[in-house]
């Protein structure tokens, strides 16, 4: 049987109860992604997505609020290279962003335009990384 | 409201940050040492991505090119460096056989 999901990698990592959170969030995250990247949609479908998007959100605050209370998470190595000032704050998962914001339109703008597929703009990159191959330029 | 964007908002939106920040808790969970990071790095390095599993045995001899490369996990995929969408997505669907 053949699984896509990112719950094996991260399971048992973290003690309970975290792990249970996190599994839970996870497997809402890849049943969401999946969901909103069908290529044909059904009533049924747009009802598992609504759900779906409903108890995916609501799993993402508590595993910020979470987070946030019993771990002391850092900037990454990564991240404080970018400004040494953010190494030693303790950062907070950030949802107040336009993108997760906008998860909860996804089934009002299927319904209008169709599905995702069709107007993701992956299909863009793709077309972009096929044009970034070097040409002779235009004249 | 305006139109939506899997790749931009979900891919390398919400599940790259919430990616980010479950390193972040691994980092503060096995401080100084960061055995958890190690263990998170081992396990996605054991596993294969899709297209490569579909590639593997055919395209071996097959240097990468144009966009149908061969593509792995690095052995440090924590530090997230140089990753496009696609490997966002990889990161999150990784393949994985239970037989």
Same mark, same amino acid.
């Given at each position: ?22 599994? =839970? ?7 969401w992604?999946?969901l909103a ?7 049924? %479908?747009l009802?598992?997505l609504d759900?779906?998007t %409903? ?14 209370? &019993? ?31 906008s998860l909860g339109d996804y089934v009002r703008t299927i319904k209008?335009?169709?599905?995702t &597929? #069709?107007? #993701?703009? =992956? ?17 | 409201?305006?139109?939506v964007?899997l790749?931009?908002e979900f ?89």
């Open positions: 049987m053949n699984v896509q999901c990112a719950i094996p990698v991260f399971e048992g990592l973290l003690d309970e109860p975290y792990n249970t959170v996190l599994m =839970q969030l996870l497997y809402r995250a890849a049943e992604h999946a990247k069908l290529r044909v949609h059904t009533d049924a %479908t009802n598992s759900g779906c %409903t108890r995916f959100g609501s799993l993402m605050r508590r595993f910020r609020d979470v987070t946030f209370a &019993d771990f002391n998470t850092v900037a990454l190595p990564k991240e404080s290279r970018k400004s040494p000032s953010s190494g030693r704050k303790k950062r907070r998962l950030n949802l107040n962003t336009y993108k997760f914001h209008l335009f169709g599905c &597929d #069709s107007f #993701s703009t =992956q299909l863009v990159s793709c077309y972009l990384s096929i044009s970034s191959i070097p040409t002779s330029p235009v004249p | 409201m305006l139109v964007d790749m931009h891919e390398i939106g919400v599940w790259k940050t919430l990616f980010t920040h479950v390193v972040r808790v691994l980092y503060a969970a096995s401080r100084p040492s960061g055995v958890l990071v190690d263990a998170l790095n081992e396990r996605y390095g054991g596993f294969t991505f899709p297209k490569a599993r579909l590639t593997q045995d055919r395209f071996r001899q097959v240097p990468t090119f144009g966009l149908d490369t061969i593509r792995r996990f690095r052995d440090n995929i924590s530090e997230m460096k140089k990753l496009a969408a696609h490997d966002y997505e990889d990161l999150l669907q990784v393949w994985q056989t239970f037989s």
